[in-house]
Antibody
């Protein structure tokens, strides 16, 4: 059974890099014909797509965040990573990792429980 | 830029009644729409995709309809566990996807 578990520092200072990891169990990221990605939810707000990566390594980012985001995969450990550079207060949110339906990043079938990150000095 | 607008922001209904939630796309997305349910402290759960196809293990009281720019999620015979937040999400130009801002379904 697929399980996604996000982890991160909890608190990041403005202008620093927000770095999160999603540990995947029950499936192999590299051999999976799925897309894996990140979505965030600011306190009391809706969902915002951050970006995603395919098993081939191709990445796609929300245009509003593209200049600051890097998503990568550590296939040896089946880990998905998110780096958000030059963090600002507006990046304070609950960050989810997710896996799409087979073969395309259309709708998201599996989600982690999320990890909260606050950006504050 | 695609904008998804959900209405109303909050919907108050009684258990046993029918709830109708709306989602409008700023441009046509055919039937490339999904609905999610989110309860406090939980991750979103996929309910509907393709505008009208229920996801695995989703009860039949949840139904979706619409195409183009206007979509509806209907929940018939509301049960206590249905009171939650609901989000629509378009994927017409995937992998670039956009969520609506959500509708809170509360007990009347």
């Amino acid at each position: 059974q697929l399980h996604l578990q996000e982890s991160g520092p909890g608190l990041v200072k403005p202008s620093e890099t927000l770095s999160l990891t999603c540990n995947v169990s029950g499936a192999s990221i590299s051999s999976s014909f799925h897309y894996w990605g990140w979505i965030r939810q600011a306190p009391g707000k809706g969902l915002e797509w951050i970006g995603c990566i395919y098993s081939t390594g191709s990445t796609y980012y929300n245009p509003s965040l593209k200049s600051r985001v890097t998503i990568s995969v550590d296939t040896s450990g089946d880990r998905l990573s998110l780096s958000l550079h030059s963090a600002i207060a507006a990046d304070t949110a609950l960050y989810y990792c997710a896996r799409s339906v087979y073969g395309s990043w259309r709708y998201l079938v599996h989600w982690g429980q999320g990890t909260m990150v606050s950006v504050s000095s | 830029e695609m904008v998804m607008t959900q209405s109303p922001a909050t919907l108050s209904e009684s258990p046993g009644e029918r709830a109708t939630l709306s989602c409008r796309a700023s441009q046509s997305i055919n039937t490339n729409l999904a609905w999610y349910q989110q309860k406090p402290g939980q991750a979103p759960r996929l309910l509907i995709y393709g505008a009208s196809t229920r996801a695995t293990d989703i009860p039949a009281r949840f139904s979706g309809s619409g195409s183009g720019t206007e979509f509806t999620l209907t929940i018939s015979g509301l049960q206590s566990e249905d009171f939650a937040f609901y989000y629509c999400q378009e994927y017409n130009n995937w992998p670039f996807i956009t969520f609506g801002q959500g509708t809170r379904l509360e007990i009347k």
